[in-house]
Nanobody, 120 residues
């Protein structure tokens, strides 16, 4: 079993930055591919970014150039650095494992989510 815990969410003004963390524990946690998703009120959960154990990266178009996903395998932690935040980035952000897909159902493990609110 794998446990994922997100942290780092909060309230920020448009143009600001936040860094989210996803800490993994449990079996094979150090070899996971990890994705970040987000869900805004009234909308479906959508893919944001993903990173493989070896460091391959994938982003959705709306965050390219603003968000950076990275990992520290020694800490079993994946990060999502979010710069130049926009009000439309407001959502609950979830990390998930073990996939590089954009499809929610391909991920077996999910964190509890962390709220990101961007004010205009």
């Amino acid at each position: 079993q794998v446990q994922l815990v997100e942290s780092g969410g909060g309230l920020v003004q448009a143009g600001g930055s936040l860094r989210l963390s996803c800490s993994a524990s449990g079996r094979i946690s150090s070899s996971l591919a990890v994705g970040w998703f987000r869900q805004a009120p009234g909308k479906e959960r959508e893919f944001v970014a993903a990173i493989s154990y070896g460091g391959n990266l994938y982003y959705t178009d709306s965050v390219k150039g603003r968000f950076t996903i990275s990992r520290d395998n020694t800490k079993n932690t994946v990060y999502l650095q979010m710069n130049n935040l926009k009000p439309e980035d407001t959502a609950i952000y979830y990390c998930a494992a073990d996939s590089m897909s954009t499809i929610v159902s391909t991920y077996d493990y999910w964190g509890q989510g962390t709220q990101v609110t961007v004010s205009s």
